[in-house]
Protein backbone atom coordinates (compact mmCIF):
# COMPACT_ATOMS: atom_id res chain seq x y z
CA UNK A 1 0.00 0.00 0.00
CA UNK A 2 1.06 3.01 -1.14
CA UNK A 3 1.58 6.04 1.72
CA UNK A 4 1.31 9.37 0.83
CA UNK A 5 2.55 11.88 3.03
CA UNK A 6 1.81 15.65 2.69
CA UNK A 7 3.68 18.79 4.34
CA UNK A 8 2.31 20.93 5.48
CA UNK A 9 -1.07 20.21 7.09
CA UNK A 10 -1.99 24.06 7.36
CA UNK A 11 -0.74 26.69 5.78
CA UNK A 12 -1.71 30.41 6.51
CA UNK A 13 0.15 33.13 4.57
CA UNK A 14 -0.47 36.91 3.31
CA UNK A 15 -1.64 37.60 -0.08
CA UNK A 16 0.95 37.75 -2.63
CA UNK A 17 3.33 34.95 -1.01
CA UNK A 18 4.41 32.34 -2.91
CA UNK A 19 3.08 28.96 -1.59
CA UNK A 20 4.66 25.79 -2.22
CA UNK A 21 3.05 22.30 -0.69
CA UNK A 22 4.59 19.37 -0.56
CA UNK A 23 3.83 15.67 -1.38
CA UNK A 24 5.74 12.21 -0.84
CA UNK A 25 4.77 8.66 -1.64
CA UNK A 26 6.50 5.66 -0.29
CA UNK A 27 5.91 3.03 -3.55
CA UNK A 28 6.16 3.95 -7.23
CA UNK A 29 3.59 5.10 -9.22
CA UNK A 30 2.13 5.70 -12.49
CA UNK A 31 0.90 9.34 -12.48
CA UNK A 32 -0.07 11.68 -9.28
CA UNK A 33 -2.82 14.18 -9.16
CA UNK A 34 -3.50 17.74 -7.41
CA UNK A 35 -6.68 18.39 -6.35
CA UNK A 36 -8.44 21.05 -5.04
CA UNK A 37 -11.69 21.19 -2.21
CA UNK A 38 -13.16 24.54 -0.99
CA UNK A 39 -14.78 24.47 1.86
CA UNK A 40 -18.04 22.57 2.32
CA UNK A 41 -18.07 22.16 -1.65
CA UNK A 42 -17.13 19.21 -4.20
CA UNK A 43 -13.35 18.18 -5.22
CA UNK A 44 -11.66 19.73 -8.57
CA UNK A 45 -8.57 18.18 -10.69
CA UNK A 46 -5.78 20.65 -10.76
CA UNK A 47 -3.34 18.51 -12.50
CA UNK A 48 -2.48 14.72 -13.29
CA UNK A 49 1.30 14.43 -13.73
CA UNK A 50 3.54 11.45 -14.17
CA UNK A 51 7.23 13.42 -15.45
CA UNK A 52 8.57 17.37 -14.89
CA UNK A 53 6.20 20.00 -14.45
CA UNK A 54 3.09 21.66 -15.53
CA UNK A 55 1.61 25.23 -15.71
CA UNK A 56 -2.17 26.23 -15.07
CA UNK A 57 -2.21 29.58 -14.36
CA UNK A 58 -1.01 30.82 -10.98
CA UNK A 59 -0.38 27.20 -10.41
CA UNK A 60 2.95 25.26 -11.26
CA UNK A 61 3.42 21.56 -9.85
CA UNK A 62 6.23 19.26 -9.86
CA UNK A 63 7.63 15.60 -9.89
CA UNK A 64 10.39 13.62 -9.50
CA UNK A 65 10.36 10.19 -9.90
CA UNK A 66 13.15 9.30 -8.54
CA UNK A 67 12.55 10.92 -5.09
CA UNK A 68 9.20 9.98 -5.55
CA UNK A 69 8.40 13.64 -4.44
CA UNK A 70 6.13 16.48 -5.91
CA UNK A 71 4.99 20.01 -5.12
CA UNK A 72 2.27 22.30 -6.09
CA UNK A 73 3.45 25.93 -6.10
CA UNK A 74 1.04 28.97 -6.38
CA UNK A 75 2.23 32.10 -7.56
CA UNK A 76 1.13 35.69 -5.95
CA UNK A 77 -1.46 33.92 -3.90
CA UNK A 78 -4.98 35.99 -3.71
CA UNK A 79 -7.78 35.04 -0.73
CA UNK A 80 -9.54 32.81 -3.45
CA UNK A 81 -6.81 30.34 -3.33
CA UNK A 82 -7.82 29.49 0.12
CA UNK A 83 -8.78 25.78 -0.02
CA UNK A 84 -7.81 22.16 0.68
CA UNK A 85 -4.72 20.91 -1.59
CA UNK A 86 -5.04 17.46 -1.83
CA UNK A 87 -2.06 15.05 -3.07
CA UNK A 88 -3.17 11.83 -5.13
CA UNK A 89 -1.46 8.74 -6.68
CA UNK A 90 -2.26 6.73 -9.15
CA UNK A 91 -1.36 2.72 -8.70
CA UNK A 92 -2.92 1.51 -11.90
CA UNK A 93 0.01 -0.64 -14.06
CA UNK A 94 -2.30 -2.29 -16.91
CA UNK A 95 -4.80 -4.65 -14.28
CA UNK A 96 -7.20 -2.78 -13.69
CA UNK A 97 -8.01 0.89 -12.07
CA UNK A 98 -8.41 0.54 -8.29
CA UNK A 99 -9.07 4.10 -7.16
CA UNK A 100 -6.45 6.54 -6.47
CA UNK A 101 -4.92 6.79 -2.67
CA UNK A 102 -4.85 10.38 -1.22
CA UNK A 103 -2.82 12.28 1.31
CA UNK A 104 -4.26 13.93 4.26
CA UNK A 105 -4.67 17.13 1.84
CA UNK A 106 -2.86 20.84 3.36
CA UNK A 107 -5.62 23.51 4.68
CA UNK A 108 -4.62 26.77 2.97
CA UNK A 109 -5.30 30.56 3.85
CA UNK A 110 -4.74 33.51 2.24
CA UNK A 111 -5.00 36.16 4.58
CA UNK A 112 -5.72 39.69 2.54
CA UNK B 1 -23.52 18.50 -19.30
CA UNK B 2 -23.64 17.81 -15.40
CA UNK B 3 -20.87 16.00 -15.14
CA UNK B 4 -21.35 14.01 -11.95
CA UNK B 5 -24.37 13.98 -10.08
CA UNK B 6 -24.93 12.84 -6.35
CA UNK B 7 -28.14 12.67 -4.64
CA UNK B 8 -29.31 13.36 -1.64
CA UNK B 9 -26.86 16.19 -1.05
CA UNK B 10 -27.13 15.64 3.17
CA UNK B 11 -29.08 12.83 5.12
CA UNK B 12 -29.80 12.01 8.85
CA UNK B 13 -30.26 8.58 9.53
CA UNK B 14 -30.86 6.80 12.41
CA UNK B 15 -28.62 3.93 13.52
CA UNK B 16 -29.91 0.49 11.88
CA UNK B 17 -31.98 2.28 8.99
CA UNK B 18 -31.13 2.02 5.21
CA UNK B 19 -30.44 4.26 2.36
CA UNK B 20 -28.77 4.63 -0.95
CA UNK B 21 -26.68 7.38 -2.30
CA UNK B 22 -26.99 7.42 -6.18
CA UNK B 23 -24.22 8.64 -8.71
CA UNK B 24 -24.87 9.73 -12.20
CA UNK B 25 -22.44 10.66 -15.04
CA UNK B 26 -22.73 11.92 -18.21
CA UNK B 27 -19.88 11.47 -19.65
CA UNK B 28 -19.87 7.72 -20.87
CA UNK B 29 -17.41 6.84 -18.15
CA UNK B 30 -16.21 3.37 -17.72
CA UNK B 31 -15.21 3.52 -14.33
CA UNK B 32 -16.84 4.85 -11.29
CA UNK B 33 -15.49 5.09 -7.51
CA UNK B 34 -16.98 5.97 -4.19
CA UNK B 35 -15.01 7.28 -1.50
CA UNK B 36 -15.90 8.13 1.65
CA UNK B 37 -13.81 11.71 3.42
CA UNK B 38 -13.50 11.67 7.74
CA UNK B 39 -12.27 14.64 9.48
CA UNK B 40 -8.04 13.92 9.70
CA UNK B 41 -8.01 11.20 6.93
CA UNK B 42 -7.20 11.35 3.39
CA UNK B 43 -10.54 10.00 1.24
CA UNK B 44 -10.59 5.94 0.96
CA UNK B 45 -12.21 3.99 -1.38
CA UNK B 46 -14.81 2.20 -0.58
CA UNK B 47 -15.76 -0.11 -3.66
CA UNK B 48 -15.18 1.04 -7.57
CA UNK B 49 -16.91 -0.43 -11.32
CA UNK B 50 -14.72 -0.51 -14.72
CA UNK B 51 -17.86 -1.39 -16.17
CA UNK B 52 -21.19 -2.07 -15.97
CA UNK B 53 -22.46 -4.73 -13.98
CA UNK B 54 -19.44 -5.43 -12.25
CA UNK B 55 -18.24 -4.02 -8.72
CA UNK B 56 -14.91 -4.50 -6.64
CA UNK B 57 -14.18 -3.87 -3.24
CA UNK B 58 -12.04 -0.98 -1.83
CA UNK B 59 -10.26 -0.16 1.50
CA UNK B 60 -13.13 -0.10 3.49
CA UNK B 61 -16.16 -2.04 1.87
CA UNK B 62 -17.42 -3.31 5.16
CA UNK B 63 -20.97 -2.14 5.77
CA UNK B 64 -21.48 -0.90 2.16
CA UNK B 65 -23.27 -2.70 -0.84
CA UNK B 66 -22.55 -1.39 -4.55
CA UNK B 67 -24.82 -1.71 -8.13
CA UNK B 68 -24.07 -0.59 -11.85
CA UNK B 69 -27.15 -1.95 -13.39
CA UNK B 70 -26.42 1.03 -15.90
CA UNK B 71 -23.33 2.59 -17.51
CA UNK B 72 -24.09 5.81 -16.09
CA UNK B 73 -25.36 5.07 -12.52
CA UNK B 74 -23.30 3.90 -9.48
CA UNK B 75 -25.47 3.13 -6.27
CA UNK B 76 -24.37 2.83 -2.75
CA UNK B 77 -26.21 1.32 -0.62
CA UNK B 78 -26.35 1.08 3.35
CA UNK B 79 -28.49 -1.97 4.64
CA UNK B 80 -28.01 -0.86 8.29
CA UNK B 81 -26.53 2.63 9.06
CA UNK B 82 -24.25 2.85 11.89
CA UNK B 83 -22.74 5.79 13.60
CA UNK B 84 -19.54 4.72 12.12
CA UNK B 85 -20.40 5.64 8.69
CA UNK B 86 -21.59 9.48 9.62
CA UNK B 87 -19.19 10.67 6.42
CA UNK B 88 -19.06 12.55 3.44
CA UNK B 89 -18.97 10.58 0.66
CA UNK B 90 -18.16 11.24 -2.38
CA UNK B 91 -18.18 9.31 -6.21
CA UNK B 92 -15.74 10.18 -9.09
CA UNK B 93 -16.15 8.79 -12.75
CA UNK B 94 -13.19 8.12 -15.16
CA UNK B 95 -12.87 7.76 -18.91
CA UNK B 96 -11.00 4.52 -18.86
CA UNK B 97 -8.93 4.06 -16.17
CA UNK B 98 -5.38 4.26 -15.04
CA UNK B 99 -2.86 6.99 -15.54
CA UNK B 100 -4.00 8.42 -17.99
CA UNK B 101 -7.44 9.79 -17.11
CA UNK B 102 -8.40 12.38 -14.66
CA UNK B 103 -10.98 11.57 -12.28
CA UNK B 104 -14.34 14.13 -12.06
CA UNK B 105 -16.14 14.22 -8.76
CA UNK B 106 -19.13 14.64 -7.72
CA UNK B 107 -20.29 17.80 -4.96
CA UNK B 108 -20.58 15.17 -1.89
CA UNK B 109 -23.31 13.67 -0.04
CA UNK B 110 -22.93 14.45 4.16
CA UNK B 111 -24.25 11.60 5.72
CA UNK B 112 -24.89 11.72 9.68
CA UNK B 113 -25.88 8.65 11.59
CA UNK B 114 -27.22 9.28 14.94
Known amino acids: KNEVEQSPQNLTAQEGEFITINCSYS?????LHWLQQHPGGGIVSLFM???GKKKHGRLIATINIQEKHSSLHITASHPRDSAVYIC??????????????FGKGTHLIIQP | NAGVTQTPKFRVLKTGQSMTLLCAQD?????MYWYRQDPGMGLRLIHYSVGEGTTAKGEVPDGYNVSRLKKQNFLLGLESAAPSQTSVYFCASVLTGGAKNIQYFGAGTRLSVL
Open chain 1, 49 to 51: LSS
Open chain 1, 88 to 101: AVDMYSGGGADGLT
Open chain 2, 27 to 31: MNHEY
Open chain 1, 27 to 31: VGISA
